[in-house]
């Protein structure tokens, strides 16, 4: 990261990292390192596809934080599986700093059993309230017809549970209420991908 001039991001409690995802973008040499300026930047610099329609800018910037915060306490499970997809090498890294920054042993992170439960209680209770918040109105978008950014946010975790958890976690979690968090990553991929 430092190679290509990418700057560090400060994760708060004096954490500064360099932090993925990263857009270098030819045609103009940016170099962006956060998931909003990237979105704020492709919005600016490639209008034809909206994603902050409506003005929706700010209302998407809470939507975010309410999300983050809902599932916050359930991030060392997501730590703990996230430990388990990476090579060697990166999985001591990550380990060592995951342990820094949360301040306790890895191995208390999420233990099997009533931890473990709590933390799929947060999950289960995050994703009833995206079902209540996207069930306002008529559409398939939390917005309804409109796709926003909310809707990236909503498949960026939705696509990290797929990545980092067990098949049959995955399975679980994409199943509830009715297929709809499988379906919505899968349009959300069809919607990203047009050209």
């Not at 209770?125 to 398939?140: C, F, I, N, Q, V």
Request: proline share 4%.
């Amino acid at each position: 990261m430092k190679e290509i001039g990418a700057r560090i991001n400060n994760l708060g409690r004096g954490v500064e990292m360099y932090t993925l995802p990263v857009l270098s973008d030819p045609n103009t040499n940016a170099l962006i390192t956060d998931s909003w300026e990237i979105a704020e930047y492709l919005e600016k610099t490639y209008p034809e596809k909206l994603i902050f329609s409506n003005k929706s800018r700010g209302l998407i910037r809470v939507f975010d934080t309410a999300i983050f915060d809902i599932l916050q306490p359930s991030i060392p499970f997501h730590f703990l599986r996230t430990s388990q997809i990476l090579n060697e090498r990166s999985r001591e890294y990550f380990i060592t700093t995951k342990a820094a920054q949360m301040r306790r042993k890895f191995s208390e992170f999420s233990p099997e059993g009533p931890k473990r439960d709590e933390h799929w209680a947060i999950i289960k209770r995050a994703m009833e309230t995206l079902k209540e918040w996207y069930d306002k109105e008529e559409g398939k978008w939390l917005m309804g017809d409109i796709f926003s950014y909310a809707d990236i946010i909503t498949a960026q975790r939705l696509f990290w549970f797929k990545r980092i958890l067990h098949d049959d976690e995955w399975e679980k979690i994409a199943s509830w209420h009715d297929g709809r968090w499988g379906k919505l990553l899968a349009d959300v991929d069809k919607e990203c991908n047009r050209v």
